[in-house]
C-alpha cells in the first residue's frame, strides 16, 4: 500500500463500512486526537516545516511506551490509556501525512 493517499469518495465509503460493523471508536477517537492537534497549530504545514527523519513516530513511540510502563499501576485507567493511544496513533497519522506530502512533491503524477 505505497500509493499516494488521496482522500475520495472510497475514504468515506471506508469510514461509512466501519460505522456500519460496529468498529469506529477508535478511528472517531484518533480524529478527534488530530482534529486538536491541528486547532493547537500542529498543522501539516508546521509538521513538515519542523519534524523530519522520524520525530513524529518517535513521539508516538514514547506516548505508546508510557502506556506500557504504567499499566496496571495507579496511574493508568481506561480513559488515560484511550486518550494516549489515540495521541500515538494521531501522531502517526501526522507522519503519514508528511510522508504522503514528500511523495506527491518528489512524484506530482502519482
Known amino acids: 500500500m505505497t500509493d499516494v493517499f488521496h482522500p475520495d469518495q472510497q ?3 471506508d469510514l461509512t463500512w ?4 460496529g ?3 477508535g ?10 492537534q491541528i486547532e493547537q497549530g500542529y498543522t ?14 518517535g513521539a508516538s513511540h514514547n506516548r505508546l511506551q508510557a502506556i ?3 499499566i496496571g499501576t495507579e496511574a493508568s485507567s481506561p480513559a488515560w490509556e484511550l486518550d494516549s493511544m489515540a495521541a500515538a496513533a494521531a501522531l502517526i497519522a501526522a507522519e ?6 514528500a511523495v506527491r512533491k518528489d512524484h506530482p503524477d502519482a
Open 96 to 101: 503519514i501525512d508528511r510522508l504522503d506530502a
Open 27 to 36: 478511528v472517531a477517537a484518533v480524529l478527534r486526537e488530530r482534529r486538536r
Open 68 to 70: 506500557l510502563d504504567d
Open 18 to 21: 466501519l460505522m456500519h460493523n
Open 11 to 13: 475514504a468515506e465509503d
Open 23 to 25: 468498529a469506529a471508536a
Open 44 to 57: 501539516p504545514e508546521h509538521d513538515r516545516e519542523h519534524h523530519s527523519d522520524g520525530w513524529l513516530l
